[in-house]
């Protein structure tokens, strides 16, 4: 089992920047792909970014690419999320999510066995 626990999250005016951190603990030898998604409040969890296990590859939802930059730590068991030009359309709670299996990772993966419980991002205008 793998437990994740995500921290970074504010409140932040628009054009800011906000870095999130994902902590994985327990049997992080089986995390593999690891990736942030999103849910605003009314609307339906939404895939933000993915990245495999060396880090070498990574993917963006349309709406994030190019302000946010996922990135990963593999001897913290550590993943991060960049987000800067912060809009009020970013505002929702922001999960961590790992894959405890090494299946293809692509844009929009959605497959991921682990789940943090979510940090809060609050973008004002």
């Known amino acids: 089992q793998v437990h994740l626990v995500e921290s970074g999250g504010g409140l932040v005016q628009a054009g800011g920047s906000l870095r999130l951190s994902c902590t994985a603990s327990?049997?992080?030898?089986?995390?593999?792909?690891m990736g942030w998604f999103r849910q605003a409040p009314g609307k339906e969890r939404e895939f933000v970014a993915a990245?495999?296990?060396?880090?070498?590859?990574?993917y963006y939802a349309d709406s994030v690419t190019g302000r946010f930059t996922i990135s990963r730590d593999n001897v913290k068991n550590a993943v991060h999320l960049q987000m800067n030009m912060l809009k009020p359309e970013d505002t929702a709670l922001y999960y961590c999510?790992?894959?405890?299996?090494?299946?293809?990772?692509?844009?929009?993966?959605?497959?991921?066995?682990?789940w943090g419980q979510g940090t809060q991002v609050t973008v004002s205008s």
């Open positions: 999510a790992a894959d405890g299996a090494p299946r293809p990772t692509y844009k929009g993966y959605e497959g991921f066995d682990y």
């Open positions: 327990g049997d992080t030898a089986r995390t593999y792909a």
């Open positions: 990245t495999t296990y060396s880090g070498a590859y990574t």
